[in-house]
Every structure is written in C-alpha cells, then in structure tokens.
C-alpha cells in the first residue's frame, strides 16, 4: 500500500512539471520572453505525433502571436533558453525525471511571422539523445546542467532568408505507453544572414516525421539503456 501511495505522489509531483522554450540569444542579445518566440503561457506537453501542434505548439496549448523576427548570423551558435514557466529562472529548467533527447530543426518560409510551422520542408540541425550510456545520462539531464541553454549552431551553407528555428524536447519518463512520451516545442521566429546557399537541406513534414511506435518514442527508459535511436531524419550538416 505505501508502494502505491508512493507512485501516486510521484506521477502527480511530476505532472506539473513541464518546460516552455522562452527566449533566444543570437549574437550576444537575449530577446525578451514571447518576443520573436511563439510562447504559450501553459507549459504542458504535445502527446499526438500526427497533430499539427507538433510543428510549433498552438492549439492544444495556444501561443501568443509576435510581429518580432530576430536577426541570426548564418554559421553562428544561438542559445534556446528553456524555463519550467515564463517567469521561472535559470535553476528551474525543467523535472530531472523528464529524460529525453534535445533537438531541433529549421524551415524555410516566406514570412516566418505567419507561417503557420506545419506541414513539408524542415530539417534537422542539431540532437542529442543518450549523452552517457555508463550513467543513463541524457540530453535534458545536459540541458538542466546548463541551466536551460540549448547551444544550437545554424549552418553556414544553406540559403539567407526567413526561417522559423524550432527547439524541442522529449520527455520520456511516461513513454512505455502509446502516447505516454511528452514533446516539448516552440518556434522561434529567425531572418538568417550570410548564409552561402550552397546547399539544400533534405526535408520532412511535421507532423510526418514521427511515428508513435518509433523506437525512440515507444521506450521503457528504466531498464539499462545500450544506446537510443533519437526521432526523427538525420542532422543536416554543411
């Protein structure tokens, strides 16, 4: 009985225990809360892969519009800047029991204030998964450590122009059952300067690039892990 009472409190506790992906810093500058970012002010998580707020959050958890498109230097390192909440600080990132992988992608649009996000064209430019297989580390783990700054590098070689820059999280604490895995998302809104257009980046759908049965998606994170297949295309490189 005290086992149950037990797992009760700590599914509630955990529960709340959500993040929200507030600010971004480009170029030395750290952008207020919700400006160029399209915040909700409810942290909770996407469950359905197949739902068009996989792309950028919005109907589950609806966001606050934002006119602001921030200027990025193409080969440059941004930061995401994860809180639990809007007005949480940098020691509340989000539950240590919320191992997962940390991602995040890019799309090219026209007006990246008015692209809605879902749908065909974004790639992948930067994961991490399992980050220490000897102490079942993960990314998030990382990302606490680094008191909620995703260091995300934008590619030099893809073409200058209006972007929206999505950073994503996935909580897999809950994740040995159908839908049970937490996903985690905004989209900043980014213009990207300098970039060589060298290259074009393969791209997927959101949704369409997940499956509920992936095995990065379906997983049971409290036996030993030898390895983890982070979701989703491989990361577009120059």
Request: glycine share 10%; with cysteine.
């Amino acid at each position: 009985m005290m086992f149950h009472s037990f797992s009760f409190a700590a599914v509630f506790t955990l529960a709340a225990c959500h993040t929200i992906f507030t600010q971004l810093e480009a170029g030395s500058v750290t952008s207020a809360v919700g400006v160029g970012i399209r915040d909700p002010n409810y942290d909770g998580p996407i469950y359905d892969v197949t739902s068009n707020d996989i792309a950028c959050n919005g109907g589950k958890n609806p966001t606050t519009a934002t006119n602001a498109i921030i200027t990025v230097q193409a080969g440059s390192t941004v930061k995401a800047i994860w809180r639990h909440t809007l007005t949480s600080g940098a020691n509340d990132v989000i539950d240590p029991s919320h191992k997962g992988p940390v991602m995040a992608y890019l799309k090219k649009v026209s007006n990246a204030a008015t692209d809605p996000g879902y749908g065909a064209g974004w790639f992948k430019i930067q994961e991490a998964g399992l980050t220490n297989v000897a102490t079942q580390d993960w990314a998030t783990t990382d990302l606490i450590a680094a008191k909620g700054e995703q260091s995300i590098t934008i590619p030099s070689c893809i073409a200058p122009g209006q972007y929206l820059l999505r950073a994503e999280l996935i909580a897999l604490h809950g994740a040995s059952s159908s839908q049970g895995a937490q996903f985690y998302m905004e989209c900043a809104q980014i213009n990207i300067t300098g970039g060589t257009g060298a290259k074009s980046p393969p791209t997927v759908s959101l949704p369409g690039a997940y499956k509920a049965t992936d095995p990065g998606i379906l997983i049971n994170i409290y036996k030993t892990l030898t390895g983890y297949t982070i979701p989703g295309p491989s990361v577009f490189t120059c």
